[in-house]
């Protein structure tokens, strides 16, 4: 069967977060912010936003107290003073937790007063002494009755500490929010919706992810991901604040997220060497490269994909087996050469069909268990004959019963005879 291969084709940075008006602001406009997201702090554009999370803060395991890597230090303790260089206006907050960290220390932080203390203290330090206006929950997720509970004895308590120190120190009070499920209801869940109503300034709904490779429920089924509207399931961005609004939360206080990233699925298939060990990783960061584009293949900047695809090989509607444009076989014989040069372990892989094609051909090709084997045979030999490490099928018109079908065949025996390639090109050599 066809590898599922998912690309992070947008693999930048930023969630979205537009809302009506909390506390007298009449709009928000907000963005979180990864110092893993290569964008530098310098380069966002504050003037698009009323509010900017710096993500994220973690919590220590043994201590519960917020801490900041040292890692990050020097950017976080900067961050308010820079984005403010273009907006003097924005507010920041400081976001802990994150769909990286652990949610057990969460639960386990907010389980008992002392450690919410250490938590609560913490931050507010911390927030302070960084400049920051605010600070935000990110904790993914609780799990278990009692842990929803806990969550809202943290979230009074916390409000109860930011009015505290606001008074103690003459400050204006810090800001709290925090990121929630899409949903009040958290597969059978309820948040603690009379806490969060009263202790944070307003909830970052989390409409996204619906569907996605990391997705507890549905990793391997596509859907749209952060729909907002949808009209054959209750997964949706209306769906979601209005079970808010309906639990009581006021819909002044929801702030709707967007993810600023797609994801793509395509039906492709690597050549695996077994001498080289399947490296673990799980992102395909890819980009489709044409032949006969303006951007040479030399130009291509590697360093920013896992994977190249090498487009476009046709199809012979004799023989069934790959053809090219001969002015194309010259640029594809050498493009993983090429492009390996700026970026050595880079994978590169011959893709097959494209927008000019005759699909037709495709078809046919599948149509018959003679015909697959030539187009099979032929793509991994020439795959191998040119260096690339893998196919790729762009059929985009398969549109019968028929078609799905027999394609699902292609993918099977596409898969069985790369399989059985790369052991005998192994074993070779091996002796
Ligand atoms: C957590 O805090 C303890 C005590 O200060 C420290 O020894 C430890 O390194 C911290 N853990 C992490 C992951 O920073
Ligand atoms: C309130 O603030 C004062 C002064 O900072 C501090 O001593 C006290 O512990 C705080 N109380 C709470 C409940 O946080
Ligand atoms: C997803 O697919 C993999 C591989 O076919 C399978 O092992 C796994 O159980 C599937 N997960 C779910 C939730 O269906
Ligand atoms: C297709 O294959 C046939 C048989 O091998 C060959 O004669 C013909 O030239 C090929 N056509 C193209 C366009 O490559
Ligand atoms: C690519 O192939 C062409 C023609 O075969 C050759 O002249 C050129 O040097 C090759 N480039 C690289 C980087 O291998
Ligand atoms: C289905 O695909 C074929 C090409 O394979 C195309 O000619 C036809 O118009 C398509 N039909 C529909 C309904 O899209």
């Known amino acids: ?43 966002i554009d504050s003037t698009l936003f009323t509010h900017i999370f710096c993500a994220f803060a973690d919590l220590n395991a043994s201590t519960y107290q917020v801490t900041i ?42 389980s008992q007063a002392s450690s919410r203390k250490s938590f609560i203290d913490s931050s507010i330090k911390l927030a302070r002494s960084n400049n920051f206006y605010g600070l935000d929950l990110d904790w993914e997720y609780p799990s278990t009755a009692t842990e929803f509970t806990n969550l809202g004895t943290l979230l009074n308590e916390w409000r109860t500490a930011v009015a505290n120190e606001s008074k103690s120190s003459g400050k204006t009070a810090l800001l709290l929010s925090a990121a929630f499920f899409y949903s009040a209801n958290y597969y059978s869940l309820n948040y603690p919706i009379q806490a969060i109503s009263n202790s944070l300034d307003w909830v970052n709904v989390m409409a996204y992810d619906f569907y996605s490779p990391n997705s507890y429920s549905t990793p391997n089924l596509t859907g ?24 009581g939360v006021p819909a002044k206080k929801l702030v709707l997220g967007f993810p600023f990233y797609g994801f793509t699925r395509m039906g492709s298939l690597e050549i695996r060497d077994y001498k080289e060990p399947l490296r673990a990783q799980t992102w395909i960061k890819a980009g489709y490269w044409l032949s006969g584009s303006e951007i040479h293949s030399s130009a291509i900047n590697s360093a920013l994909f896992t994977h190249l695809l090498c487009a476009f090989a046709d199809l012979n509607s004799s023989s069934y087996e790959l053809s090219f444009v001969s002015s194309d076989e010259k640029d594809f014989s050498n493009f993983t050469d090429i492009v390996k040069q700026k970026n050595p372990t880079i994978t590169t892989l011959l893709a097959i069909g494209g927008g000019n094609s005759d699909y037709s051909v495709f078809s046919a090709m599948v149509s018959k268990a003679s015909y697959r084997k030539s187009f099979i045979d032929s793509s991994v030999r020439i795959a191998r004959a040119y260096g690339f490490q893998g196919l790729d ?6 549109n019968t019963s028929s078609d799905m079908t027999s394609m699902g065949l292609l993918f099977q025996e596409w898969r069985a005879t790369l399989n059985s390639e790369a052991k005998k090109s192994s074993r070779k050599s091996c002796s």
């Open 69 to 110: 890597s040292s890692s990050n230090s020097a950017q976080f303790s900067s961050f308010t003073q820079t984005v403010q260089q273009k907006n003097p206006s924005v507010k920041t907050l400081l976001s802990v937790g994150g769909g990286g960290s652990n949610p057990s220390t969460f639960a386990s932080m907010a």
């Open 393 to 398: 099928l762009r059929w985009v018109s398969a």
């Open 224 to 247: 749209p991901p952060a729909a907002l509207y949808n009209p054959t399931s209750q997964v949706s961005g209306d769906a979601g604040t209005t079970a808010w609004i309906q639990a």
């Open 1 to 43: 069967m066809a590898s599922k291969t998912l690309a992070y084709v947008f693999s930048t940075l930023l969630f979205l977060l537009q809302f009506h008006c909390y506390a007298g602001q009449s709009v928000v406009k907000a963005v979180y912010w990864f110092p893993g997201s290569g964008f530098p702090v310098s380069s």
